[in-house]
């Protein structure tokens, strides 16, 4: 029995205590033990005190696998689903077979879409990471919200999360991979921004090394003796598909929201500096014979492996027969790089759209975006439903009966989720953008508007007609091209932390 087996070794956990245990991470430990990379060992001896406590922990531990399998059949059928949340880094519209990819492999995510559902039209928070993922947190655009670049700002006390909304009505939560909204220390950490849970990289320059010394477990750091003294034998993806698949194995009677923030296909630009070899990956299976450049195979079996992990958690899914009571969505931060010495055009990464990740064109913040909730979620549908990162919040408060903060930017998306009439819609989409310089990017029904620099005139560009934007039609639709201008006027608020450039104009 699952639960029984779990609260077994986390007993023999206390008896053989690992330095820096968890509920997930220390079963990740035991369950690996001999794998590559793999130095920690338990101390030999342990104390009478810890053997009581073990004991009464094992006793409780058989109490608890007799319960009735009623209540666990009840947790099942609760309205409350999980929630799985998949963040890539750096993924590209183009980079999977179902959106059109044909020389990289990704049949789970691709199984993924004909078992759920395939958005077209699903954007970004950013073009960029770090403002991406406090859209997806906070429900707010880049218009409105605290961290709206690379700058080291963190989330306040007074920020509400989407970790926070779901918490405070049951769900268990955890965070793995990613954060980037806040350092050690800080009101921003993942532990005092709703995750019960959390192991993995704080900002955004330390998650670009693959094989770092050392990351976070909740308010602590966590030492991978694999890396230690220039060696390189433990892969951080790797450590945060374990402890995905020892977390969903673990749930047995709370619903949970669990969020896989992986960085992968994400390059190390300092590594590419320094030795050319951003693209940072184990191996370059299943594509070593290809007579590809070494930057693409790596690429491409870096989104391959991302694939294979994806496929595991499904697997552990549907083996913890939780398919029916769990919502897995699956997107990415930004469109595709080109930090790792690999070129876009060589995979058309971001398929027939215009632009790259720092871009606020539409290859830059439109992305995949794949839901599969078994049972609720008709299969195998593509949607043309327009929504960004900043509606999750939202929609997932609305699965999970939760209320959201008022005066969020975005909406519930559960009728479009559910192959329903979608009736209330955004009027409009906002990107701003602070690195190199200021931009701003807006959406208004099939329309798109892009000013690259204050003060500069809005290009204009018609989405159905012309989605890779190489038609700038803004001379000639001037109502049009006024309306969004005006939009934009509306569409930000000021903040000290990012200010236009006492130089420039304010965007007219």
């Known amino acids: 029995m699952p639960l029984f087996r779990t609260s077994l070794q986390t007993a023999c956990l206390l008896i053989h205590p690992v330095r820096q245990s968890s509920a997930f991470l220390s079963m990740g430990r035991v369950m690996t033990t001999g794998l590559p990379g793999s130095t920690h060992r338990p101390p030999k001896r342990f104390s009478l005190g810890t053997l009581l406590v073990a004991l009464a922990l094992l006793a409780a531990c058989v109490a608890q696998a007799q319960a009735p399998r009623a209540q666990r059949e009840r947790f099942r059928k609760s309205p409350q689903p999980n929630i799985i949340l998949i963040v890539a880094d750096d993924l590209g519209y183009g980079d999977l077979g179902c959106y059109g990819q044909t020389r990289i492999k990704t049949p789970n995510l691709d199984r993924l879409a004909a078992e759920g559902m395939r958005f077209t039209q699903f954007y970004a928070g950013a073009a960029d990471s770090t403002p991406s993922r406090a859209a997806l947190m906070t429900g707010l655009h880049t218009g409105h919200g605290r961290i709206r670049g690379n700058k080291p700002i963190a989330l306040a ?6 970790a926070e909304v779901l918490r405070a009505v049951g769900y268990k939560t955890c965070a793995l991979g990613k954060w980037g909204l806040g350092s050690a220390g800080s009101t921003g950490m993942p532990t005092k921004q709703g995750f019960i849970d959390w192991f993995g990289y704080l ?3 330390h998650s670009q090394n693959y094989y770092p010394t050392s990351l976070w477990r909740n308010e602590r750091t966590f030492t991978l003796r694999g890396n230690l003294y220039g060696k390189r034998t433990e892969y951080s993806h790797d450590w945060f598909t374990k402890a995905s698949l020892n977390y969903i194995r673990q749930q047995e009677i709370e619903s949970f929201f669990l969020y896989i923030a992986y960085t992968l296909p994400q390059a190390n630009q300092e590594r590419q500096k320094a030795v050319r070899d951003g693209l940072e990956v184990p191996n370059d299976h299943p594509y070593t014979k290809e007579p590809w450049p070494q930057a693409e195979k790596n690429k491409a079996a870096m989104i391959t492996r991302l694939d294979q992990d994806v496929g595991r958690i499904l697997n552990a899914v549907r083996t913890t ?9 699956f997107t990415s931060d930004n469109g595709p790089h080109e930090d790792g010495g690999n070129k876009t055009a060589f995979f058309r990464s971001a398929g027939p759209l215009r632009g790259i990740k720092r871009d606020l064109y539409e290859g830059g913040i439109r992305v995949p975006m794949i839901a599969r909730w078994t049972g609720k979620i008709p299969e195998g549908i593509v949607s043309d439903q327009v929504w960004a990162m900043w509606d999750l919040l939202p929609t997932l408060a609305d699965i999970a009966g939760a209320k ?6 975005g909406l519930s998306m559960v009728p479009a989720l559910l192959g329903k009439e979608q009736s209330e819609q955004h009027e409009f989409l906002y990107w701003e953008s602070h690195e190199p310089g200021f931009q701003q990017a807006i959406r208004f029904k099939e329309w798109k508007g892009m000013r690259t620099a204050p003060g500069k005139d809005l290009e204009l560009y018609h989405l159905v007609r012309d989605p890779g934007e190489t038609n700038n039609v803004a001379a000639s639709q001037q109502e049009i091209t006024m309306k969004l201008s005006d939009l934009l006027k509306s569409a930000r608020r000021e903040s000290p932390d990012w200010p236009l450039t006492s130089t420039s104009p304010s965007p007219k």
């Open 157 to 162: 006390q007074e920020d509400t999360t989407l």
């Open 203 to 205: 900002d955004d320059v």
């Open 321 to 329: 027969r939780l398919d029916e009571h769990t919502l897995i969505l």
């Open 404 to 409: 959201p903060p008022e005066k969020l930017d």
